[in-house]
């Protein structure tokens, strides 16, 4: 027998007695190890730190790892049939041969198309005319054979349409492959490159491919590299290096095709370097990297559109001539005016006009703005919802495609004409058995303990009654200035048609309400993305949306570091959490610069090792709070691979909890072993899982049925 399995045997075993001797199986204890981790601010005692493996090779933690999704197993077995149940009604909801709405770039019409039943989708192109006969780029049903995770996360056609370049995972540490095929033989080339990023831009050569490598420790990405078909890679040369680890990138090429862009980002920098596209070597900066200075630049009429908060927090559009980019930022000349109210998220530059994407009492909305500085705003029927600008390729028409949807409404693909306001429905995403008339969403405004007012957008079935009884499932995320906008989920669906209320709190740190909204959530004021989730909560119990003991909350990624402060910081508000792939060792992360992501997130959290940081990460982080007490049902999700959370965060926080806490309360630790950040590839296999946790949480909130 090997190591590996006298472990899991050990484990098994140890499970096993303990069932027989106490009736029922008893939850993994992992075991406690001393160490110590030294910062400049002071030491701290991590027990579980043994659970970190890079190799993900190591035969006692795995099997500590498979203990606990054998134990999630026999806690979950009697909720099977309404696992499956639930998965089946989500399946019910979606179409399964449907296909996206055919979009026009460079003479060839594209189109993603799903076929019954499969968890992928084949991409297909027509040459002239979306009526034309179909050519095949990519068979991901047959790609992804063989696989226990797919991703084919971008692509792109060169300039001439006869070469495709894309990347490719087959893992989920979105440590991609790329590859270049030829669309007239649908044969590979032998050109392979590994360890990149998801972003490939070719120059007008149609033999040169531009990508970004990734450091193989840290999966930054920190080179960008030019690839020549054919030639070997380590060949390749290097256009720039980033040697700022607290900067990432990317490129791209400008909406007229003519220049190819180095955008360098940080939480509160950026820096765009620019070179025409016939010829993708010298790079020219728009404008030097300075703290506190955020742009992007697009290329459109002659001149360069500027996103940016120069004199704008909440952003602003500006402008310069070819002839004066040099110049820098003395010589960007105002589009729109600042604004206080309106915060601009993106725009997308068109042949005499400019499409602007906005954000203004928490929706998400599009606006025209023509040469003449006339504006003319989208309009929207429901009080909470989103619009957004969708796939653009062609500048040279009078079409702006965007997409609307609400909590109620599902999401409608759009075309507006800029210059008469004529407004035409593409597709409206069909959902089967779905009726939008027999629910109902609401925009109410949550009073935080500071008294600020915190958006918060609903929906529920119309015969729902407000009587303070109803269980309630609270979301949010609330990091990195990322907006948490509504939609129709056909695996929310289930819940809403048994009673439940569903609420999105759109809490400080995310950007709803601005930048202003984002900086009053992160760094020294994190703590207020906490408040403000459990101040939506008491609000929605008290205004008798909800039964108090009846409430479900659910956040993922930075989002589950959400959980994990609410439930150090209100345990008795909730009666059931979700955290999926959470981030909860906060200080140990921050402190290891060599773990994937680390360096990029000193502006969105601190460095601990300036201790005004270290002290007040340490007073929230879910890990080291983790006290003697009582603590809601919880179900905690993560994957093995993932690059961005890594697994044993949450490995470490449930042992954690499972030593210290005073309860009862089933605490559960499901590990997806061949998933990344985004859990399992495929279509329906997410369903899948969250009807698991639903299934859970529908028990927890005493809704079985």
Known sequence: MTMRKMLLAGVALAVSTSAVAQGAPSAPRAAKKPHEVSSPNGIRSDEYYWLRDDTRKNPEMLAYLQAENAYADTQLATLKPLQDTLYQETVSHIKQDDSSVPYLKNGYWYQTRFETGADYPVIERRKGDRNAPAELMFDQPAMAKGHNFFALSAWAVSPDNRMVAYAEDVVGRRQYTLKIKDLATGQLMADTITNAEPNIVWADDNRTILYVAKDPTTLRGYKVMAHVLGTPVAQDKMLYEEKDDTFQMGITRTSDDRFVCIIVQSTVSDEQRCAPATSPAAFQTLAPRQRELRYEADHMDGRWIVRTNLRAKNYTLMTVADGDAARGTGAWKDLTPASDTVFIEGFKPFTGFIAIDQREGGNRMIRVLDATGKSLPVKADEPAYRMALDVNEEPDTAWVRYTYGSLVTPTTTYEVNAKTGERRVLKVAPVPGYDPANYITERVWATARDGTKIPVSLVHRKDVKRDGTAPLFQYAYGSYGISTDPAVDPGRIGLLDRGVVYAIAHIRGGQEMGRQWYDDGHLLNKKNSFTDFID?????????????????????????????????????????????????????????????????????????????????????????????????????????????????????????????????????????????????SGRFERYRQNAEWGAFVLQQLNVVK
């Open 536 to 680: 939506v909560t008491r609000y929605l119990v008290a205004q008798k949306y909800a039964a108090k003991g009846r409430v479900a909350a659910m956040g993922g990624s930075a989002g589950g570091l959400l959980m994990g402060g609410v439930a150090n910081m209100a345990p008795e508000d909730y009666k059931v959490i979700v955290a999926q792939v959470p981030f909860v060792d906060v200080v140990t992360t921050m402190l290891d610069a060599s773990i994937p992501l680390t360096t990029f997130e000193y502006d969105e959290w601190g460095n601990p090792a300036q201790k005004q940081y270290y002290d007040y990460m340490l007073s929230y982080s879910p890990y080291d709070q983790v006290a003697a007490k009582a603590y809601p049902a919880m179900y905690v999700g993560t994957g093995l691979w993932d690059s961005q959370v890594q697994y044993y965060e949450p490995a470490k926080w449930v042992a954690r909890l499972r030593d210290k806490k005073t309860d009862n309360n089933p605490l559960l630790f499901r590990v997806n072993m061949e998933a990344g950040h985004g859990g399992k």
